[in-house]
């Protein structure tokens, strides 16, 4: 392809409202223009991106032994109605009256359709298992579209849907897509961490996130780099480095009242007393299902909800009001502390460690210096309840964690008989008993794979593409158009790079040399091949990677096979690459 035919619109300016990387970059690049709010036109280099990660996407699906569907875009909306979704979805769901009065949706996601389409095809135990797939354009409402192709409100997404008759089946089948997202993503080259997700309707390992961390990331990420562990903030574990059985110090001094008038927080106690947050703990009170119940933590650190709910084994936490904390502790708020309260309490395992704490002392205008835990106050209910922060001991190998936001390009999800109960999908088992079938969905946001190759790889220049889905492996630079042995060595190279299989771009445009290089640092090309008048007297030709700082000099003769060895070294540095991420990653059990 010659490049004053390809229509690359690139960009000098940034444009204005674009902050990610990936947005900025792509735009400048040529590769996607704006149509409105979170809509986009891929140009043609943006699409042989998209185009290559589906192809990726499919040869993988198609191997793990999905079978590939098309389903409607529109869907009559009684399916969300029966589903139970049609309220849940709210605004998101986009809406539209056709002719005759029908009300309809354009899908954001299809698992409605699905459902509907098995109840009536699947009669039998022996049509199962079956996980089907498409890959086709959904419709959000997004209120806020934002960072580009990242959060729009009409995108492609790979959707399948597993069809088991039991829960074996379905953990086969899960285990299946969850091994072909990794290969998908590892072929496509992003750099992403597999994430356990809050566990659905079948619990246990039932939903795992694939995330990129990047700076444009809108979700919280925690990881570590050693062992590959990674969650969201909401299951993140501290690792244990502190004690967990502490012997308190009996010899320790009684502890003692201190009057803080009127400093309610813990800044402003520990300021008063000139105490660090770190040698304090913080109560707090919160209706669990309904009855009251608190959460003890290092004055510092910050108390994570869903922990605290499952140390608890309850449904619910709500933060409880002021009268309420009042009238279950007979403390006010403010001035809550562990020694005799009368509430049921969990207790953070930071605490376990501090020799003395300072805490409220459950009396207006009062703390307590010098608390002894296990001995002023009981350690028997020692759970970790605290956020992850960075710097944290890993809970699989000990390292230290990481936080970064992270970009979700892929989620599998184990549904069980949630739609099938709610829609009437049965069928026959082996006894001929009717019975629900059991599903699995599993998405992957395909331009989000786009704008995550971006975020991953990129410099202040422009975009470094992986070579399985950049628009092109090669970008060959004839400098002289009107020298006769440039163009022609040119031509050579080209034939015989797209021979070998390689998608070959020639800047053929009439402009200096340092204009071309720009654009081509921009759009992010993998391999540069210059082609020069000096440098065909000397024999030689420059390559470069796009990743590389320095190119090297080949001989312009043999050049093509030279770029072909390269090419080939740089594949199985890939697939060693893939390899060693592999060996680290930890591969959910069928449960
Ligand atoms: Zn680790």
Same mark, same amino acid.
């Given at each position: ?16 409202d ?11 690049a ?9 809509t ?6 943006g ?6 990660? $589906? ?18 875009a529109? /869907? ?15 605004d ?7 002719s ?25 135990? &022996? ?30 997404m &790979? ?12 953990n ?7 091994e072909a ?9 992003v ?8 566990s ?21 990420v ?10 969201? /903030? ?5 690792? /244990? ?11 320790a ?21 000139g ?15 309904g ?5 003890? *933590? ?24 002021a009268?309420?904390?009042?009238k ?48 002023d ?15 944290d ?24 008989? &949630?739609y ?7 069928y ?19 331009n ?17 593409w ?12 004839p *400098? ?12 050579a ?11 070959? *771009? ?9 204009? &071309?290089?720009?654009?081509?640092d ?17 024999? /030689?030709?420059? $390559?470069?990677?796009r ?12 050049a ?32």
């Amino acid at each position: 392809m010659r490049w004053s035919n390809a229509l690359i619109p690139t960009l000098k300016e940034t444009p204005a409202d674009a902050v990610a990387p990936s947005h900025v970059l792509l735009l400048r690049a040529g590769m996607i223009r704006q149509l409105g709010a979170g809509t986009y036109t891929y140009m043609p280099l943006g699409l042989r991106v998209l185009h290559k990660a $589906i192809r990726i996407i499919r040869e993988e699906m198609d191997a793990a032994g999905a079978l590939e569907v098309l389903m409607p875009a529109l /869907q009559p909306v009684e399916l969300w109605k029966e589903s139970g979704r049609f309220e849940a979805y709210g605004d998101l769901l986009m809406k539209l009256t056709i002719s005759g009065g029908h009300h309809m949706a354009l899908g954001p996601t299809h698992e409605e359709v699905i459902t509907d389409l098995v109840r009536d095809l699947v009669r039998s135990y &022996k049509q199962l298992p079956i996980t089907l797939y498409q890959i086709q354009t959904k419709f959000r409402d997004e209120p806020r579209p934002r960072f580009g192709i990242v959060r729009t409100r009409e995108f492609v997404m &790979k959707d399948a849907y597993s069809i088991d008759a039991d829960l074996g089946q379905l953990n086969t089948s899960y285990d299946k897509m969850y091994e072909a997202y990794c290969r998908i993503f590892d072929r496509c080259g992003v750099p992403y961490v597999i994430v356990e997700a809050e566990s659905g309707p079948i619990g246990g390992d039932s939903s795992h996130e694939f995330m990129v961390p990047c700076s444009t990331g809108e979700d919280t990420v925690i990881f570590c780099e050693k062992c590959g562990y990674a969650a969201n /903030q909401e299951r993140a574990e501290v690792g /244990q480095t502190e004690a967990t059985s502490p012997t308190p110090d009996a010899h320790a001094p009684a502890h003692e009242s201190v009057a803080t008038p009127g400093k309610k927080t813990i800044r402003e106690v520990c300021e008063f007393l000139g105490v660090a947050e770190s040698t304090s703990a913080k109560l707090l009170v919160y209706l669990a299902d309904g009855q009251p119940a608190a959460a003890l *933590l290092r004055g510092d650190h910050e108390l994570n909800e869903a922990k605290f709910r499952r140390a608890l084994g309850v449904s619910t936490v709500v933060p409880a009001d002021a009268p309420t904390i009042e009238k279950a502790t007979g403390a006010p708020m403010g001035f809550l502390g562990p020694v005799g309260i009368k509430i049921p309490m969990v207790i953070d395992r930071a605490i376990a460690a501090m020799p003395t704490v300072v805490v409220g002392g459950n009396a207006v205008d009062v703390h307590l210096k010098g608390v002894v835990p296990g001995r002023d106050f009981p350690l028997d209910r020692l759970h970790d309840l605290r956020n992850a922060e960075a710097g944290d001991p890993c809970p699989r190998c000990g390292s230290t964690l990481e936080v970064k936001s992270g970009l979700e390009i892929g989620h599998v999800f184990k549904l069980g008989t &949630k739609y099938s109960k709610a829609m009437g999908a049965r069928y026959l088992d082996e006894k001929g008993t009717e019975t629900e079938i059991i599903m699995g969905c599993y998405g992957i946001g395909v331009n989000r794979i786009v704008a995550a190759a971006v975020e991953a790889a990129h410099d202040a220049n422009g975009i470094i593409w992986p070579f399985s889905i950049a628009p092109y492996h090669v970008l060959v630079v004839p *400098l002289q158009l009107q020298n006769a042995a440039v163009m022609e060595r040119t031509s050579a190279i080209e034939s015989a790079l797209t021979a070998a299989g390689l998608d070959v *771009l020639v800047d053929d445009r009439d402009q200096r040399p340092g204009f &071309k290089f720009k654009d081509a640092d921009l759009i992010g090309v993998p391999l540069r091949v210059v082609i020069g008048e000096r440098g065909l007297k000397d024999g /030689q030709i420059e $390559i470069k990677w796009r990743h590389e700082e320095s190119g090297l000099a080949v001989a312009s003769d043999t050049a093509a096979s030279a770029i072909l060895a390269q090419v080939e070294a740089h594949r199985r540095k890939h697939d060693d690459w893939c390899a060693d991420r592999r060996m680290g990653r930890s591969v959910p059990r069928a449960t």
